[in-house]
C-alpha cells in the first residue's frame, strides 16, 4: 500500500514539474524584447497608416498621461489586417510590454514600455494609500521631487526597479502632488559619460536612454543637465 502511495506521489510530482517547466518556457519568451517582434509591429503600424490615410493604430488616452505610455498600440486595429498574431511579449498575451508609439509626429515609432516598472509603483502607491494617501518625506532632492521614508510607510527596505537598462536598482521618488516616479539619474549619468553630441539647456535628455534602446523610460519625470554636466530633474 506504501509502495502505490508513494509510486503515485512521485508520478503527481513529475506531472507537476513537467507542467511548470512549460509556462515558464513561455514566461521567457514573454519577457525579452525581441528585435524581429519589433519590425514586425513596426510593418504592421506602417501598413495601418497607408491603409487609412495616416491615422495611427493607438488607443485613446488622455493627453496629460506620461509621455511614453501616451500612444499605446491597439492591436485590434492592426491583427490580422496587417500582422499575423499578438508578439507573445506583449500585455495582451500575457507579456510585460506593452507596445507604444513615439515621435507620433514626425516619425511614429515603435518602442516598449517595461510593465514592471508600473508594477512597482503600484506597490508604493497601495501603501500610500493605507496611509491615508500620504507618503513621509525623508528627504528634499529637488524642487518638488522628494525621498519617501520607506521605513514608516511599511516596507523593510527601500523600494527599487530594475532598470531596463543597466540592471541597477534604481529607487524611487515622490513628487509634492502625490505622484511616484522612477529615478533614473544613475543610468542617465552612464549615458551623459558616453554621448559624444552637444546638449542645449533645460533640454530634456531623456532621450540617451531610449535612442538606442527599444524600451522607453516610463513613469519617470523630466530631466536636464547641471552646469558640470550632471543629471538633475528639470523642474518645470
Wanted: include cysteine; hydrophobic fraction near 35%; aromatic fraction near 10%.
Amino acid at each position: 500500500m506504501k509502495k502505490t502511495v508513494l509510486f503515485s506521489l512521485l508520478i503527481t510530482a513529475l506531472f507537476l514539474l513537467s507542467a511548470c517547466a512549460y509556462p515558464d518556457s513561455e514566461r521567457a519568451e514573454s519577457q525579452i524584447p525581441h528585435e524581429d517582434q519589433l519590425i514586425s509591429v513596426q510593418d504592421g503600424v506602417n501598413k495601418y497608416r497607408n491603409a487609412s490615410g495616416g491615422l495611427l493604430p493607438i488607443k485613446t488616452r488622455d493627453m496629460e498621461v506620461d509621455q511614453y505610455i501616451k500612444y499605446p498600440i491597439d492591436f485590434s486595429k492592426i491583427v490580422p489586417a496587417h500582422m499575423s498574431e499578438i508578439p507573445p511579449n506583449a500585455f495582451e498575451t500575457g507579456g510585460i510590454f506593452q507596445y507604444v508609439l513615439t515621435d507620433v509626429e514626425e516619425n511614429p515609432t515603435v518602442k516598449l514600455v517595461d510593465l514592471r516598472v508600473a508594477d512597482a509603483i503600484r506597490s508604493v502607491n497601495i501603501r500610500k494609500s493605507a496611509n491615508g494617501g500620504k507618503a513621509p518625506i525623508s528627504e528634499i532632492i529637488s524642487d518638488n521631487v522628494y525621498k519617501f521614508n520607506h521605513t514608516l510607510m511599511g516596507f523593510k527596505e527601500e523600494p527599487a526597479v530594475t532598470s531596463p537598462y543597466s540592471g541597477r536598482k534604481l529607487p524611487m521618488v515622490i513628487t509634492g502632488s502625490g505622484e511616484v516616479f522612477v529615478d533614473y539619474s544613475m543610468d542617465l549619468y552612464s549615458a551623459l559619460q558616453e554621448y559624444e553630441g552637444e546638449l542645449e539647456e533645460g533640454q530634456d535628455i531623456r532621450f540617451l536612454l531610449y535612442e538606442d534602446s527599444p524600451i522607453v523610460p516610463a513613469y519617470s519625470l523630466p530631466y536636464t543637465i547641471d552646469e558640470n554636466g550632471e543629471p538633475i530633474f528639470a523642474n518645470e
